[in-house]
């Protein structure tokens, strides 16, 4: 609701038009089961998708990062905003940083990803973590740690800062150390990809929050997922960002690390290239990192399943 209301907002000013908000639940919003389990395809986009297919509303603000890799053809991707915060955070008890745990401390997350990350991170330290798998929203999390029954919990950054909670987090885990789901921290603005003149004009009006480089960046990194074959609770980050030298922005970097979720075994990589000008070449950078990560044994780590 917080970033749909963020949305609603843009949209209002940009295009001058009317939004009304329209709650929605979906199943990932209420299921307690473990992400890891039901599979994570579409749990927190299904329920939205049929609301704009049924007419009932006519665009919907998603955390990408929770949209399946293929696109349905009647639904369009408007936009891409500008990207938020794409780090995962720490927020642990007494104010501590990751580095700062004690061995052997209980750290709340049931994302394999963040799993095998985290261990590799402690295992760099010499220590060792407990990952404990949690689900919930925000209050329910932190509150594991309040209340005193986990170390830390690890949230997206940008999910916090919607909601105006950023100053809860105790460390943000650099990319260089923990690489953020694909499309972490973007929203994806969709609509109905129908060819009346409405549905055309609203996707002209939503194409003015769209952020090329934003939508660049998390289109070469659902490449790169879709590539490897791997769903959304698969163990799979994926990043890319601009080097720039000076004000004058040169290429785009595409990382990507899998690993196992014990965190013993990672393959991370990363390739450069010129800024992708289309949709076709940022999915050629996906999918060519995919394709040297799969020769470095990516796909053996995959199989592993956190349980
Ligand atoms: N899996 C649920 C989900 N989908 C998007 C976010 C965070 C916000 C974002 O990435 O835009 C979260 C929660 C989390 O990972 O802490």
Redesign the pocket.
Known sequence: MA?SGQVADAVRQVTGRAVELVEITTY?DVSREH?AQIGGTGV?VTALREALLRGEVDFAVH????LPTAQPDDLALAAVPPR?D?R?VLVARDGLTFEQLPDGARVGTG?PRRMAQLNAYARCHGLTVETVPIRGNVDT?IGYVRKGELDAV???A??LN?IGRSEEVTDFLSVDTVL??P?????AIECRAGHTAQDTALIAALAELDDPYTRAAVTAERSLLAALEAGCSAPVGAYADLLADGQIVKEMRLRGVVGTTDGSTLVQLSTTGPVPETYDQAMALGRELAAEMLAKGAAGLMGERAH
Do not use: H, M, N
């Not at 955390?63 to 929770?66: E, P, Q, R």
């Not at 499309?183 to 929203?187: K, N, P, V």
């Open positions: 970033q990932g992400l927190f955390s990408l990062k929770d938020e794409a995962d994302s999390r690890v949230l997206a940008a999910g919607r953020p789901a499309g972490q921290g973007a929203l």
